[in-house]
């Protein structure tokens, strides 16, 4: 196979790891990202899987951060680029901290719009590329304790699918992933209330398999993938319910007990 490299933010854990995992198995070179050391923990797996990593450990709500990742590859051929990092929060909105708030804001709207705008405009220069953002089914669905997080997805799956528009003919193609609950560390890191709520006792999905459906989707061109059979309903049906039934919906998932 030809010598490609793929790009991972947020591969630590959860989907981002699994996503990192398919694309080693598929023989790609990996460059992976995340905030805190378990980056290298997660190197160390990959490569027992045959595969080339370098890590970098970076805080992507940061413009220092998504710069200091620039700099690492920047002057490379990027094959394939996965805008996976991202944090959810949990809680009701006035019970937040201000910098809790913004924190997710720029992690998961304004530094993963830079991380694609330099991507994007890159791959488009040299006419191809592959790019997976992990949007959400949440986008979809307005969400009371949690409504950040999901107004952040929302903006995500509505930037995808614009640029899918936009690059249709420069060689760049663009797939959001819109996971519904799935089975990952997201519920239960610090300062997120979600731990406390019954979505985090509920069964979700197996990470392995929302990123093996992202993964084929992102190899197939295709321009969204809702991984689970919840996602799949939400998605076809989200424009016919009203907003209040989805809200409430959601409510009794997110409310801490
Ligand atoms: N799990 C779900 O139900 C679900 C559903 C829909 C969409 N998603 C999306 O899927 C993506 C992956 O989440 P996950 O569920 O797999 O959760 P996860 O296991 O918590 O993974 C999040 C990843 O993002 C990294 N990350 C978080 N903040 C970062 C920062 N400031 N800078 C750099 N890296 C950072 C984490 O690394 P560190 O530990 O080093 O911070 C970790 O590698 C997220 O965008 C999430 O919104 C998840």
């Known amino acids: 196979m030809a010598d490609t490299l793929a790009v991972i933010t947020g591969a630590s854990t959860g989907i981002g790891y699994e996503l990192a995992r398919r694309a080693a198995e598929d023989g790609h070179r990996l460059f992976i ?6 980056i290298e923990h997660a190197a160390e797996k990959l490569r027992r899987l045959g595969a080339t990593v370098e890590t970098l450990i970076v805080d992507l709500s940061t413009r220092h951060g998504v710069d200091a990742l620039w700099e690492r590859i920047a002057d490379r051929d990027i094959d394939l680029f996965f805008a996976n990092a991202g944090r959810a929060l949990g809680h009701a909105f006035d019970e937040q901290t201000w910098e809790q708030i913004k924190t997710r804001i720029d992690l998961n709207v304004l530094q993963t719009t830079s991380v694609l705008h330099k991507v994007g405009r890159k791959m488009a220069a040299r006419g191809e590329g592959r790019i997976l953002v992990t ?3 949440g986008g979809f669905v307005p969400g009371p304790h949690d409504a950040v997080y ?12 614009a ?3 936009e690059w249709r003919d420069n060689g760049v193609t663009l797939t959001c992933l819109m996971p519904g609950p799935t089975e ?4 239960t890191r610090g300062q997120n209330r979600l731990r406390d709520a019954p979505i985090t006792e509920k069964q979700k999905a197996d990470p392995a398999e929302v990123a093996r459906a992202g993964y084929d989707a992102l190899m197939a061109g295709e321009r969204g993938a809702t991984p689970d059979f919840g996602s799949k309903v939400v998605k076809m049906v989200s424009g016919l319910v009203p907003e209040a039934l989805k809200t409430r919906i959601h409510r009794a998932g997110a409310e801490p007990d």
Do not use: H
């Open 163 to 165: 640029l899918q528009d």
């Open 184 to 187: 990952t560390p997201i519920f």
């Open 135 to 137: 949007g959400s089914i």
């Open 33 to 38: 990202c995340a905030d805190e050391p378990e």
């Open 150 to 161: 999901d107004a952040t997805k929302a903006y995500l799956d509505s930037l995808c699918y």
